[in-house]
């Protein structure tokens, strides 16, 4: 099956700073979406984006489907962007989502 | 609208113990899943439907079963439930695996 590798696995950064998380695929996907797990655990969805860029406030998300990979900008870090963040792609046909094993990412004050 | 709901959020059994996790979407979604979510493994595939009355099995499905009686609603059980069945249990739906899906809030579960 498809694989999906997502780096860095943690990172910790001071409030303010700006960071990339990447996502890697094996192969050509038809669906990719960006969720955050906040420390309460609830799955929050980020973006739908199987291709291109969209923007959503300090997030934003770019993928290039042809080199198989996503990136995740976060700029200008909360404390509340604390929490995991996964990446996860559809392979083909009806074959549900495949999730990487995300990125734990801490935001200190 | 409620989105996708799970009931119960948190439930300790005990070892040979039965029990049926309920998801319920109202967004009138085709498509229903559920995964578990162990420390650093990401999220993994149990069983999922294409619609009313299908079912199949995804990456980890031994130890569950599930059905699909109406479209709203999707059932996991554990027959005989394990220590390695402790676990976080998560429901989403989609109207296809084209399109975007959403997440209920978790059920967290021990097997004692």
């Known amino acids: 099956g498809i694989q999906v590798e997502q780096s860095p696995p943690d990172l910790i950064l001071q409030e303010g700073a700006n960071s990339t998380l990447r996502c890697n695929f094996s192969d050509s996907v038809n669906n990719l979406q960006w969720f955050h797990q906040n420390p309460w655990g609830q799955l929050i969805n980020l973006f739908y984006?199987?291709?291109g860029t969209k923007q959503n406030g300090r997030l934003s998300a770019t993928t290039v489907a042809t080199e198989r990979y996503s990136l995740l900008y976060i700029s200008s870090s909360q404390t509340t962007d604390s929490g995991v963040y996964f990446c996860?792609?559809?392979?083909?046909?009806?074959?549900?989502?495949?999730f990487g094993k995300g990125t734990r990412l801490s935001v200190i004050a | 609208n409620a989105g996708v709901t799970q009931t119960p959020k948190f439930r300790v059994l005990k070892t040979g113990q039965s029990m049926t996790l309920l998801c319920a979407q109202d967004m009138n979604h085709e498509y229903m899943y559920w995964y578990r979510q162990d420390p650093g493994m990401g999220l993994r595939l149990i069983h999922y439907?294409?619609?009313?009355?299908?079912?199949a099995k995804g990456e980890v499905p031994d130890g569950y079963n599930v059905s699909r009686l109406k479209k709203q609603n999707f059932l996991l059980g554990l027959e005989s439930a394990a220590p390695s069945q402790t676990s976080v249990y998560f429901c989403?739906?989609?109207?296809?695996?084209?399109?975007?899906?959403?997440f209920g809030q978790g059920t967290r579960l021990t097997v004692v």
């Open positions: 989403a739906s989609s109207y296809s695996t084209w399109q975007e899906a959403f």
């Open positions: 439907s294409v619609g009313e009355g299908t079912t």
């Open positions: 984006i199987p291709s």
């Open positions: 996860a792609v559809l392979h083909s046909g009806n074959t549900p989502l495949v």
